[in-house]
T-cell receptor, first 111, second 117 residues
Framework: EDQVTQSPEALRLQEGESSSLNCSYT??????LFWYRQDPGKGPEFLFT???AGEEKEKERLKATLTKKESFLHITAPKPEDSATYLC????????????FGKGTHLIIQP | GAVVSQHPSRVICKSGTSVKIECRSL??????MFWYRQFPKKSLMLMAT?????????EQGVEKDKFLINHASLTLSTLTVTSAHPEDSSFYIC?????????????FGDGTRLSIL
């Protein structure tokens, strides 16, 4: 069974304090790994897609990396507006087309 | 780009009522749309995959007669919760894939908060 585990569940940082969020996955072949940001009462907002181990993508203060077992979302010098729940999801090579999500990491950036 | 609109954003209704939720891709065509459900402090769970012009594919444990899905055009999918009961109360979110490959990104609407009294 495909599984996605995110850690930590919650993270509180000071503004400017860099950190990383982890996403461990177990799938029968990975077609793609996705990172999303979700604000309260809203749908997930697409951030990145990663396809193969060693791949990295960056957007402003965020950088996503991928290995064969896990992905990291690095947040550099975060600002209060980066506060949100960050979701990791995978699409396996077989099975359903839909995304299998982790439970997310609730990130709070304090000014 | 890649905007998905979902309507209504919130529904409160009595038990036994049927509720229809619309999901539209505003600036792209989506041959495949998805419906998810999210309970508090839980992951988004895939309910069904909706392909334009064909029957939806439901995940195990999701009653197809309870959750009717129609995807009649490349920009619109609807989910109808029939004879809703309090246990159907949840946050329902749709998404649309912006390309044919399964590895294409899915873009989400802002969800519908359904409360059944």
């Amino acid at each position: 069974e495909d599984q996605v585990t995110q850690s930590p569940e919650a993270l509180r940082l000071q503004e400017g304090e860099s950190s990383s969020l982890n996403c461990s996955y177990t799938v029968s072949g990975l077609r793609g790994l996705f990172w999303y940001r979700q604000d309260p009462g809203k749908g997930p907002e697409f951030l990145f897609t990663l396809y193969s181990a060693g791949e990295e993508k960056e957007k402003e203060r965020l950088k996503a990396t991928l290995t064969k077992k896990e992905s990291f979302l690095h947040i550099t010098a975060p600002k209060p507006e980066d506060s949100a729940t960050y979701l990791c999801a995978v699409v396996p090579r077989g099975g359903a087309d839909g995304l299998t999500f982790g439970k997310g990491t609730h990130l709070i950036i304090q000014p | 780009g890649a905007v998905v609109s979902q309507h209504p954003s919130r529904v409160i209704c009595k038990s036994g009522t049927s509720v229809k939720i619309e999901c539209r891709s505003l600036d792209f065509q989506a041959t495949t749309m998805f419906w998810y459900r999210q309970f508090p402090k839980k992951s988004l769970m895939l309910m069904a995959t909706s392909n334009e012009g064909s029957k939806a594919t439901y995940e195990q444990g999701v009653e197809k007669d309870k959750f009717l899905i129609n995807h009649a055009s490349l920009t619109l999918s609807t989910l109808t919760v029939t004879s809703a009961h309090p246990e159907d109360s949840s946050f329902y979110i749709c998404s649309a894939r912006d390309g044919a490959p399964r590895s294409s990104a899915q873009h989400f609407g802002d969800g519908t908060r359904l409360s059944i009294l």
